[in-house]
Nanobody, 121 residues
Framework: QVVLVESGGGLVQAGGSLRLSCVTS????????MGWFRQAPGKQREWVAA???????NYADAVKGRFTITRDNGKNTVYLQMHSLKPEDTAVYYC???????????????WGQGTQVTVSS
């Protein structure tokens, strides 16, 4: 079981920015890749971005160039900086530990509560 705590969501106008944070335990965080996912109403959860323990990143095409994933190993925290937000980015955003060999696949079945991002047009 892994504990994941997301925060930083909110209501923003199209074109605006938000920074999401996700904290987990240090023993898990430091050695693992981390990913962000999102789930819009009526849709399946989808992968957004991931970062390896060494700092390599990968992004879904829908967010490439607008979102940036970073990590602070000292704070056991992964961030998702989101710029140029669009109404279609509206979703609940979740983080999770991901496989180093497949950054789109989670290593745990459990999820945190997520953080709601709403982008108005």
């Amino acid at each position: 079981q892994v504990v994941l705590v997301e925060s930083g969501g909110g209501l923003v106008q199209a074109g605006g920015s938000l920074r999401l944070s996700c904290v987990t335990s240090g023993s898990i965080f430091r050695i693992n890749a981390m990913g962000w996912f999102r789930q819009a109403p009526g849709k399946q959860r989808e992968w957004v971005a991931a970062i390896t323990s060494g700092g390599a990143t990968n992004y879904a095409d829908a967010v490439k160039g607008r979102f940036t994933i970073t990590r602070d190993n000292g704070k056991n925290t992964v961030y998702l900086q989101m710029h140029s937000l669009k109404p279609e980015d509206t979703a609940v955003y979740y983080c999770n530990v991901v496989s180093r060999n497949d950054l789109m696949r989670t290593r745990y079945d459990s999820w945190g509560q997520g953080t709601q991002v709403t982008v108005s047009s």
